[in-house]
């Protein structure tokens, strides 16, 4: 759900998003995604999870590099201990 949950949403919005003046697309991870947090705090729990939200920065680099020549902002955000 993590990874696919981001293609289907954004690809089922996207034709309503390429009408929209305001090309945005902003996608919520979390540290979980980071090698490097990984690495610092030791976490070797909840594998799959990080591997799927690392999957999910990934996607968003990938719309962002593909939806870029259309004008869209795509970025992923980590707002941290919600």
Not at 18 to 31: G, Q
Request: charged share 15%; aromatic share 4%.
């Amino acid at each position: 759900m993590n990874a696919l949950g981001v293609i289907h949403g954004i690809s089922t919005l996207l034709p309503l998003l390429r009408r929209d003046t305001e090309k945005k697309i902003v996608v919520l991870n979390t540290e979980g995604a980071s090698p490097t947090l990984t690495l610092r705090s030791g976490a070797a729990d909840v594998a799959a999870y990080c591997t799927t939200k690392a999957a999910t920065a990934m996607i968003t680099v990938k719309y962002a590099a593909a939806l870029g020549r259309e004008g869209f902002v795509v970025v992923s955000m980590a707002p941290g201990l919600v």
